[in-house]
């Protein structure tokens, strides 16, 4: 039996433009038919698997053979599934998990006595430093759906229309603001971390390049827990495992079950004092190994929260060998309400194909490039995203990936394109005077601009007035010539004349200049310059300014 599958998959490897897969598909909902949001569903013995929708609702794709299917949601009991592949034929099931049964050990209580929780997060905070330097390499597959949605939305903010026909939202105000999925290879090594975005499909932009740094991996080992990254900066949340937990938490032991082989401690963890940068929630830890098995972590304004409402944690992990449990799905979860605008986001994780402390070559990490995208990461077809994202979309997220993508392919029609770049360079009066003229060449090829005349943010105007030289005219010229995507040859030249000291100055450099499409505001730009500058002696600012 073993040699027959294996011949399989040597066929299945030589087969890459006509791979046979089955596909296992259906819902997640309790024993009342409630459904259960973001719940995963795996390959028994594996880290191999998918994270449901916000609907429940899920699709696993897998090559012919015998599987055991497992269901897996926080607070519930696991349910598993026995499938059979033979072919490309799709398998239909529902997964219907019950509550965990929590059992508890008779304990003696005394009046002074604590909870039987805390000694069992003394052994986790003991092994905190274990379970972060037991890492030394990672790599895994990740695949992100990052989407906001609005609850509520005003027509017009501080005067100004925010709803327009990009802007996919109902008379009530609800709606997709902003919506991305992505598929990346992440490596990390020491310090050393590279992620690799082989494919990104941002609503409404098909130059959209989502995030180059997906959400970090939030790890609660850490004493500081920094929901956005090292990067964002921020002071963090004391993780409730911390080395000073026990001065800042209160816990107590819920209960306890029975899963694959491992005890699971399911634990209430609440903040001591308000306002401190504290979680509220639950916290499962396998016992003995004394690792987070998953948790439900909550921060609220009591929690010291700025901006947001409240920020919901969600994390499962799964054994990868004794004693080494490895995130196989997270969900940040937050809500907002800020001028007027109600609105909730969710960024879900998925992790696939986890290995730790495997060889990772060298050349990974060669050069300070964190991030890099492959050449066509935002040119996949709609096929291409079917069969690769591991979370189904809900009906919302695919009307607006639709309408969105329609309205920029109609707005990006060349002969549109073409007519409003004609109506641009139209001569107008008043934008003479407040923004100069601006003129565009067919397709952008080449693009002229001036300052304006009188009026200019800046004062950055032809005409100006100071006590040295008195009314003097500076007229300026920018140039730029595209070459190909992202690269362009770039030209100024200005000249100034002073009224009243009668000195002309004039000035003019070109310039190559390449962006990086793998991060935004990114440039590079080699050229030469030259001329005559006069300078304010107050300030040090030239008299010329570039565009």
């Excluded at 020491?190 to 609503?203: A, F, L, M, Q, Y």
């Excluded at 929260?305 to 799905?329: A, C, E, G, H, Y």
């Excluded at 004349?497 to 200049?513: K, T």
């Amino acid at each position: 039996m073993r040699r027959t599958r294996h011949w399989v998959y040597i066929i299945l490897l030589m087969l890459p433009y006509n791979i046979i897969a089955g596909v296992l598909k259906g819902k997640v909902t309790d024993e009342k038919g409630t459904t259960l949001p973001y719940a995963t569903v795996f390959v028994e013995s594996t880290t191999i698997g998918v994270t449901a929708n916000g609907n429940g609702d899920f699709e696993l794709v897998l090559v012919p053979g015998l599987y055991k299917v497992v269901c897996q949601y926080i607070g519930y009991k696991q349910s598993s599934f026995n499938l059979s592949l033979t072919g490309n034929e799709t398998i239909e099931h529902v997964f219907v998990l019950k509550g965990q049964s929590l059992e508890m050990k008779e304990v003696v209580v005394h009046a002074n006595s604590e909870d039987p929780a805390y000694a069992i997060i003394r052994h986790v905070i003991a092994k905190r430093k274990f379970h972060l330097g037991q890492v030394r390499s990672f790599q895994t597959s990740i695949y992100l759906k990052g989407v906001v949605r609005t609850r509520k939305m005003p027509e017009k903010l501080m005067g100004q229309k925010v709803r327009d026909d990009e802007t996919i939202v109902d008379s009530a105000g609800k709606g997709v603001l902003y919506l991305t999925e992505e598929y990346a290879d992440y490596y990390a090594s020491g310090k050393s971390e590279k992620t690799v975005i082989h494919s990104v499909h941002e609503s409404g932009n098909n130059n959209g390049l989502g995030f180059s740094k997906f959400p970090p991996v939030i790890t609660f080992y850490d004493n500081n827990v920094n929901l956005f990254g090292e990067e964002q900066g921020g002071r963090g949340f004391i993780s409730p495992v911390s080395d000073n937990a026990m001065l800042y938490y209160k816990y107590k032991l819920l209960g306890q079950f029975r899963e694959q082989g491992n005890t699971i401690y399911k634990i209430r963890v609440t903040q001591k004092r308000a306002y401190e940068p504290c979680f509220n929630g639950t916290i499962y830890i396998v016992d003995e190994d004394w690792a987070i098995h998953s948790l439900n972590m909550t921060l609220a304004k009591k929690s010291g929260m700025d901006i947001f409402d409240t920020m919901r944690v969600d994390q499962l992990f799964l054994p990868l060998q004794k004693d080494n449990w490895v995130i196989k799905s997270q969900l940040q979860y937050f809500t907002v309400n800020l001028l007027g605008i109600d609105g909730t986001g969710s960024f879900v994780t998925v992790y696939n194909k986890q290995k730790v402390n495997e060889p990772i070559p060298d050349s990974t990490f060669a050069g300070k490039v964190t991030s890099a995208y492959d050449k066509s990461a935002n040119k996949k077809d709609t096929g291409y995203w079917k069969d690769a994202r591991p979370i189904p979309l809900e009906e919302d997220e695919k009307r607006d990936f639709i309408v969105k993508d329609s309205v920029y392919k109609k707005l990006n029609d060349p002969d549109r394109l073409d007519s409003m770049r004609r109506k641009r360079n139209k001569l107008k009066p008043l934008g003479l005077l407040t923004e100069g003229y601006s003129f565009s060449s067919k397709k952008n090829k080449n693009i002229y601009k001036t300052n304006s005349l009188l009026i200019g943010l800046g004062g950055d105007n032809v005409v100006n007035y100071n006590i040295v030289e008195g009314f003097n005219i500076a007229p300026k010229i920018h140039w730029q010539h595209f070459i190909d995507t992202g690269k362009y040859l770039v030209g100024d030249a200005a000249v100034r004349y002073g009224f009243s000291n009668r000195h002309i100055n004039s000035v003019a450099r070109l310039y190559y200049l390449t962006r990086d499409r793998a991060f935004r505001n990114r440039a590079w730009l080699f050229g030469a310059e030259g001329g005559k500058v006069c300078l304010s002696i107050q300030s040090g600012e030239p008299g010329i300014a570039f565009f």
